[in-house]
């Protein structure tokens, strides 16, 4: 069984996240300021770090959503929603069945709250499943939570896991959010997004100490640790 998801700034891989990205500006600190690395050697500290940090995030948004499509999908079968077709009935059976299924949903995914409401009713009172099932599969895809509500009142042993089935739902947005502040990509140090060009220039001029024995005049190319 899945376990209920905590509020999401209590949530561990949350909690994990906002904890890389400070520890990746926490541990550039000492690296920007370590004076024996030249620019080459510090871009490549800075981008390691960075991948190492980038992965962890990966790693701690993926156990987020699999734990919260888990949960969800484990509360989501407290409400009765879609066809119930016997595994063993016979294909024409089912064929009968899923046709009936059909124009039921239609009727539902047609009709405003108010009508979905009294469908509901007319389906509690005479006990069609076919008819309740239609009608709460119409009302969770537009995200009619009241119509669910209405389904659940005459159900108390349920109501705490549809409490938490709807919360999930109508924080879903909001939660979201906060996952892409925890686990969103890194901010790209300018001296990372310089590595590229320093490496090529170092690559220069290396051929160019190896070719003439000479280091070519113009700016730091950043192969040398900097001046202190």
Same mark, same amino acid.
């Given at each position: 069984?899945a376990?209920?998801?905590p509020?999401?700034?209590?949530?561990?891989?949350?909690?994990?996240?906002?904890?890389?990205?400070?520890?990746f500006?926490?541990?550039?600190?000492?690296i920007?300021?370590?004076?024996?690395l030249s620019d080459?050697?510090?871009?490549?500290k800075?981008?390691?770090l960075?991948?190492?940090?980038t $992965?962890? /995030?990966?790693a +701690? &948004? %993926?156990?987020?959503?699999?734990? *919260?499509?888990?949960?969800? #999908? @484990?509360l =989501?079968q407290?409400v009765?929603i879609?066809?119930?077709?016997?595994?063993?009935?016979?294909?024409?059976d089912k064929?009968?069945?899923?046709?009936?299924?059909? $124009?039921t /949903?239609a009727? +539902? &995914? %047609?009709?405003d709250?108010d009508? *979905?409401s009294?469908?509901? #009713? @007319?389906? =509690?009172?005479?006990?069609?499943?076919?008819?309740?099932?239609?009608?709460?599969t119409?009302?969770?895809?537009?995200?009619?939570?009241d119509?669910?509500q209405?389904?659940?009142?005459?159900?108390?042993e349920?109501?705490?896991?549809?409490?938490?089935?709807?919360?999930?739902?109508d924080?879903?947005v909001?939660?979201?959010m906060?996952?892409l502040?925890a686990f969103?990509p890194?901010?790209?140090?300018t001296?990372?997004?310089?590595?590229?060009?320093?490496?090529?220039?170092a690559?220069?001029?290396?051929?160019?100490?190896?070719?003439?024995?000479?280091?070519?005049?113009g700016?730091?190319t950043?192969?040398?640790p900097?001046?202190?």
């Open positions: 069984m376990a209920p998801m509020p999401i700034n209590e949530d561990p891989a949350i909690i994990r996240g906002y904890a890389m990205r400070n520890a500006d926490l541990e550039c600190t000492p920007l300021a370590d004076t024996t080459v050697g510090m871009a490549q800075i981008a390691n960075h991948a190492v940090v $992965t962890e /995030l990966a +701690a &948004r %993926e156990n987020y959503k699999k734990r *919260r499509a888990a949960r969800t #999908a @484990e =989501e407290v009765p879609g066809p119930d077709v016997p595994p063993a009935a016979s294909p024409a064929a009968v069945l899923m046709q009936a299924w059909r $124009t /949903l009727d +539902a &995914r %047609e009709c709250r009508g *979905r009294q469908m509901l #009713a @007319e389906a =509690e009172r005479f006990d069609d499943d076919t008819v309740r099932r239609a009608v709460l119409a009302a969770s895809d537009n995200g009619q939570s119509i669910i209405q389904w659940a009142r005459t159900r108390p349920i109501a705490a896991q549809l409490s938490e089935l709807l919360a999930l739902r924080s879903y909001t939660d979201n906060v996952a502040q969103g890194l901010p790209v140090p001296e990372m997004a310089n590595l590229p060009a320093l490496l090529a220039n690559e220069y001029e290396r051929q160019m100490f190896t070719n003439t024995g000479l280091i070519r005049k700016p730091a950043g192969l040398f900097r001046p202190r």
